[in-house]
């Protein structure tokens, strides 16, 4: 409550008081398309008011933001794709975020993607791992790389699958991340678990 009255919570649409996505901003975020044939799925458009929003989680440490950025984005998978969020319930899928390395994570006191996959998976009622996915390398950020076979490269062999404790690995998985780009950092996890896993998707906030 303290905090509230000296930092008050803004839209980053409008820059009105009250909450981080008001209602109509929250309207006015353009949805992305579901592309089918890559089982992938990014929920928004990285435009100005979602980039601020991951910028603020990731790097200002905005933690609070979480919940209002998982709330609309579990309301845009029931709205807009109900015949996909029902597959994927009846067919067990899990959702796995895209793990920090270690000496990252200690950093920042948090991974944003296991914070927005833990609640979105929540929310839709989907089961959830935090840690099936290890990465053992502490490459470099993919932002600082422009070009698409850098990325790739820079996540060669980068990670590692957790088994959990007494249990099997899942057969369907949705991995989770923040932003989608060039897809290097989704690939490169995925491939880990083409042999254990029967069907894999990709879920982002944005792209």
């Not at 793990?99 to 296991?114: A, K, V």
């Not at 990325?151 to 007494?166: E, M, S, W």
Request: with cysteine.
């Amino acid at each position: 409550m303290f905090l509230d009255i000296l930092f008050p919570r803004r839209c980053y649409g409008c820059g009105k008081i009250g909450q981080y996505f008001c209602k109509k901003c929250a309207k006015d975020i353009f949805p992305l398309s579901l592309d089918p044939s890559g089982n992938r799925l990014s929920l928004f458009k990285y435009n100005d008011t979602i980039r601020k929003a991951i910028i603020d989680l990731k790097y200002n440490f905005v933690t609070d933001i979480v919940d209002e950025l998982t709330d609309i984005s579990a309301k845009s998978i029931k709205s807009n794709y109900p015949h996909l969020l029902k597959y994927w319930q009846k067919n067990k899928f899990t959702i796995i975020p895209i793990p920090l390395h270690w000496t990252r994570r200690n950093w920042r006191s948090f991974n944003q993607s296991d914070l927005l996959a833990s609640h979105i998976a929540k929310k839709l009622k989907i089961n959830y791992i935090s840690n099936l996915l290890i990465k053992t390398q502490n490459t470099a950020p993919q932002a600082s790389f422009l070009h698409k076979i850098s990325r790739t490269k820079n996540l060669n062999h980068a990670f590692i699958v957790n088994p959990p404790t007494g249990g099997k690995i899942p057969k369907n998985i949705i991995i989770f991340d923040d932003v989608y780009t060039t897809g290097a950092t989704l690939k490169s996890a995925a491939s880990i678990f083409k042999s254990k896993c029967h069907e894999i998707w990709f879920l982002t906030l944005a792209g």
